[in-house]
Structure formats: C-alpha cells, structure tokens
C-alpha cells in the first residue's frame, strides 16, 4: 500500500505530495504498516471483535478510542493518529467514523470521546444491523471476482455466501480491485443496478464506493471483462 504522509493544513494524504498544497508534509506511516494495521482494524471490526478486547452494539459501532486501544495492544508502533490516518485515507472506504476531523493532534480533540464511533463499513461476519446507508445508487455497479465462478454465478445470481451480504462496486476500477484478489485474471460483472431497484429489489450504498445487495438474481447480470 502507499505510504501516509500528513499535511498541517489539509490533513492525511496518500503518496509524496499533498493534493491541497503539493508540500510533502510529514510522514505518519509507511505503506507496509499500513497494510498490517488496515488489515487488523478491518479483522476486529468485521471478523474478531472479541478477541481484540472491543464491544460493538448493534450497528457495528465501537468507540474509537476502544479501536486506538486494540491497535496498539497488537503493535507497539500503532497510535491515535496512525488509526485515524488508516480510516480516514482506506482506499475502498472500508471504514466509517461519526466523529473526530483527521489532520493535526489539535484537529483531533475537536470531538468527545462519546460522539467518536467507529465501525466498519461493510463485510462482517458477525451478526450486526448496518441498517439503511446514506447517498444515492447508481444505475449500474459491478462485481469482480474469479473466473471459476462465472458460470455459478451466471446460473443463481450473486449470493451472500459467508458474508451477511453481496458487495457490489460503485466503480469498474474497483471492481477489477477486489476481482484482483481472487485471481491474476479477474472476471468482472456488469450489474443492471436501476432494473434491480425498480423492480423491488433494496441496494444500500457502504462507505464511499461499496453497495450491498440481498443477492443479485442473474437476470441483472452481464459479463462485462474476463472469463
């Protein structure tokens, strides 16, 4: 992953130069560390909640000192700010966090603790009501994935299988993102988003560039790269 650097002025950034201003700014983490405590906050917050010491209510959401707590119990080099800067800059929008502007230490005391929650924003296997998301769908999303699952899919339509929901991609990059996961040579699948939500069928947008959905019956569904 790309390393994170912050700006004083416009806050966390991605890469060498901050977008706002073009200084280099400071460095907060590099890529690699990144990677490992993205892929923790991820894991305690979808996966293992209890065996990293946190407590989500029924939405998912834990305070965030609670998540800063957990982090640098599993590293000593996490802290506050390199939490924050994983949430705030997750590539996938993986995160949500009612509270607390990410940029200097001043920024961050801007928020109390109460009102400074943190949860992830879709992919859990625990059981936890995400209810309704905010902001609109567009009329066509897509799924990447493997392409030894074309023909299932193409016959029963996307499925939850061992998630509580399909994730679908707000985006064709995206898509090919999380298809590259699974294989060197993605499939990617073309989703009739508008046929699905006129029809009767209920897509809640996760994050910045997530949707789930249900399923995904194969009528609304066409091979778009791969295969």
């Not at 305070?63 to 800059?89: G, I, K, M």
């Not at 590539?91 to 230490?105: K, W």
């Not at 029963?156 to 898509?175: I, Y």
């Not at 699905?196 to 789930?212: L, S, V, W």
């Amino acid at each position: 992953m790309t390393d994170v650097r912050t700006c004083e002025e416009h806050g966390v950034f991605e890469g060498e130069a901050c977008p706002g201003c073009e200084r280099e700014g400071r460095a907060v983490l590099d890529g690699e560390r990144r990677r490992r405590l993205s892929k923790f906050l991820s894991g305690a917050l979808r996966h293992f909640p209890d065996d990293a010491g946190l407590r989500l209510d029924d939405a998912g959401w834990t305070p965030f000192d609670a998540l800063v707590a957990a982090a640098e119990r599993q590293y000593d080099w996490a802290s506050r700010e390199r939490v924050a800067a994983v949430v705030a800059t997750d590539p996938n929008g993986r995160f949500e966090r009612t509270g607390g502007a990410v940029g200097s230490g001043a920024h961050e005391g801007a928020t109390t603790a109460e009102s400074d929650r943190v949860r992830a924003a879709y992919g859990h296997s625990v059981d936890v009501d995400l209810a309704s998301g905010d902001g609109p769908v567009p009329g066509t999303l897509y799924h990447g994935t493997a392409p030894r699952n074309r023909e299932a899919i193409l016959g029963e339509g996307l499925k939850p299988m061992s998630r509580q929901l399909v994730h679908l991609s707000g985006t064709l990059e995206a898509a090919r993102r999380v298809g590259g996961r699974h294989a060197a040579d993605p499939v990617v699948f073309e989703v009739d988003a508008a046929a699905m939500r006129a029809d009767g069928h209920e897509i809640t947008r996760r994050g910045r560039a997530t949707y789930t959905a249900e399923r995904v019956p194969p009528e609304y569904l066409s091979v778009l790269e791969g295969g």
